[in-house]
């Protein structure tokens, strides 16, 4: 199927039907390929450890490099993205992340497995920073809403399924399988990516991808998420500040190499716009809370209330299970109702559900727990598809691959510094820290309802306000 000669205008507002549909299904395969690769990498770290014989302090690189690669790469990449076509970073993305996956499954040692992952981080840069993109090009504009919120549905349905399809899959085979499973899906997605996505779309005449600018980005996210990592971790003095003076003097350099450029890495052009940087600020910050309290939540079920490994994982698919049903619905809302109304009355509901967390009775029912995940999983849907819908369209069409990887990035930064707040508060109350922590993102929480509040005397770009 070639459609490179109407790709021009169908760029211009959206794909028509039915390639829409095959365009979205290939979009949303590198989706769950990428959630449901992270939430079973995460359920399987004990059996990876156990089959190298490794601490558990350890096997936790399985999830660190992942992580650090993908956050290090993802301005660098949507750049990239403008430059070469958004469908290109996408399949290459894919491409990528299944070889990888193909290397962990095979890893004979754990050091090769590490490395492994450290590619697969790779591949979901490629991937992530362009995802929202797609979807904008994908979808006609006053249906933008209700495309993030379907995807929003399909993350929410990834991560419940990851934990399950992990189980099953060591039940009745060893861990190696566990990444295997990424391959089909990537052949999926990358025949779908390549049949159905737009081939074209309007770029920045002249835009040249800078390496110089490339490597100080990745070097100013890599320090900063190891600085954040040697504070709540107790690295030691030494290490934490060297680590911090690092990120001063490389962020520095990086900023003020940006401020002169046409085009830069860091989107600073973007971040000028009021609507763009206070979207981006509440992303950060409820992204921040949203981890605090899911990395807290095992901890409080087991050790607090007493749940086994399976109640409790059973429990917490409760929030996804929510957001699943509620995305939608508040991307559609969010094409008629403000999204800065939208996003803070999902954020103060957030709030409200980690306050009831916090207040938790000492021996609670089955069903007082439901319903307050239930209240955090309806608040945070709420939030997130208007909000994430409002970076995305607030940018110019020609720098949708910065804002998507913006999105990206803020979301990345503000899960790893909730999860680094987290191992920081149970440092230093390892009984009370589940509750700390409640309370902790239910502040963090509210003050983005409050920021996400000032956008209401700016027009939405997604309604006709």
């Not at 754990?110 to 995802?131: D, E, I």
């Not at 994430?388 to 020609?398: D, F, G, H, V, W």
């Not at 440092?427 to 502040?443: E, K, M, N």
Request: one cysteine or more; a positive charge; charged letters at 10%.
């Amino acid at each position: 199927m070639n459609n490179s000669s109407t790709d021009k205008e169908i760029y211009a507002d959206g794909l028509p039907m039915p390639r829409r549909i095959y365009a979205v299904l290939g979009i949303w395969c590198g989706i769950f390929l990428s959630v449901v690769n992270n939430s079973i990498a995460n359920v399987s770290l004990p059996t990876i450890a156990a089959g190298f014989g490794v601490e558990p302090s350890t096997v936790v690189w399985v999830i660190n490099a992942y992580q650090l690669a993908t956050i290090m790469l993802l301005l660098p990449f949507a750049s990239l993205g403008e430059i070469m076509g958004y469908r290109k970073i996408y399949l290459v993305g894919i491409v990528v992340f299944s070889s990888a996956s193909l290397a962990c499954a095979f890893s004979s040692c754990f050091s090769v497995l590490v490395a492994s992952r450290l590619v697969q981080g790779v591949g979901s840069a490629f991937v992530t920073c362009v995802n929202t993109t797609l979807v904008r090009l994908v979808y006609p504009k006053r249906q933008l809403g209700r495309g993030l919120g379907l995807n929003a549905s399909v993350v929410a349905t990834s991560a419940a399924a990851g934990p399950a399809i992990a189980g099953a899959l060591l039940m009745v085979c060893d861990w190696h399988w566990l990444f295997v499973v990424n391959v089909p899906f990537g052949i999926l997605a990358f025949l779908l990516g390549w049949a159905f996505l737009p081939r074209s779309q309007n770029k920045n005449h002249g835009q040249r991808f800078d390496f110089k600018s490339g490597f100080l980005s990745a070097a100013t996210f890599g320090l900063l998420i190891l600085a954040v990592e040697s504070f709540s971790h107790g690295w030691g003095i030494t290490a934490s500040l060297s680590l911090s003076l690092s990120f001063i003097v490389v962020a520095f350099a990086f900023i003020r190499s940006q401020l002169v450029m046409q085009f830069p890495v860091l989107p600073l052009d973007l971040l000028r716009i009021p609507l763009f940087s206070l979207s981006i600020l509440t992303s950060v910050c409820s992204y921040l809370a949203q981890m605090m309290a899911l990395v807290s939540m095992p901890f409080f079920l087991q050790h607090v209330l007493g749940y086994n490994e399976s109640e409790t994982g059973l429990l917490m698919t409760t929030w996804p299970f929510v957001i699943i049903f509620i995305a939608p619905l508040s991307g559609f809302l969010a094409e008629r109702i403000h999204a800065g109304f939208m996003s803070s009355f999902g954020l103060t509901v957030f709030g409200c559900g980690l306050l009831l967390l916090f207040f938790m009775p000492e021996r609670p029912s089955v069903v007082d727990v439901v319903l307050r995940l239930m209240v955090c999983g309806f608040g945070f849907a709420m939030f997130q598809s208007p909000n994430n819908s409002t970076i995305i369209a607030s940018a110019p069409r020609e720098r949708s691959g910065s804002a998507s990887g913006m999105l990206a990035t803020a979301r990345l930064f503000g899960q790893t510094t909730g999860a680094s707040l987290v191992a920081f508060i149970f440092l230093q109350d390892p009984v009370g820290g589940p509750r700390t922590a409640f309370l902790s993102g239910a502040i963090v929480a509210l003050f983005a309802a409050l920021v996400s509040g000032t956008r209401l005397s700016f027009k939405s770009p997604l309604t006709s306000e």
